[in-house]
């Protein structure tokens, strides 16, 4: 698991760009999850997972053989889920978030 900063905002009269990640990646999801719900609990073997939140506010729970982390994160904010990296996510408000994908979806690389 990496905390990670966006690349690069430009803001503008016409608005705001936010380049979050440059990385190879092979797909693209939209999450919304309503507040109190919880997405995840699970690990990939193979693949990355970069979570960027759009909207709203979410904790992360990580598990992996360094041990247990929480990361709340808000608007802005992204996180890299690295292989073997158990992740769930709860969200403490109605929450969107993207999140790109270093494999396309494999149900064989879910392992609870």
Not at 15 to 29: A, D
Not at 50 to 69: A, C, Q, W
Not at 95 to 104: A, F, I, P
Request: one cysteine or more; a negative charge; charged letters at 30%.
């Amino acid at each position: 698991m990496q905390k990670l900063k966006v690349e690069y905002v430009r803001k503008e009269d016409r608005g705001t760009l936010i380049q979050v990640s440059t990385g190879e990646w092979k797909q693209l999801n939209i999450l919304e999850i309503k507040k109190g719900n919880v997405f995840g609990g699970h690990y990939h073997k193979e693949k990355e997972e970069l979570f960027y939140v759009i909207f709203g506010k979410v904790e992360f729970v990580i598990e992996n053989d360094k041990g247990t982390f929480t990361e709340i994160l808000g608007k802005g904010e992204c996180l890299l889920v690295e292989p073997y990296d158990k992740h769930t996510i709860c969200a403490l408000q109605d929450s969107t978030l993207g999140e790109l994908l270093s494999t396309s979806y494999d149900e064989k690389d879910v392992y609870e």
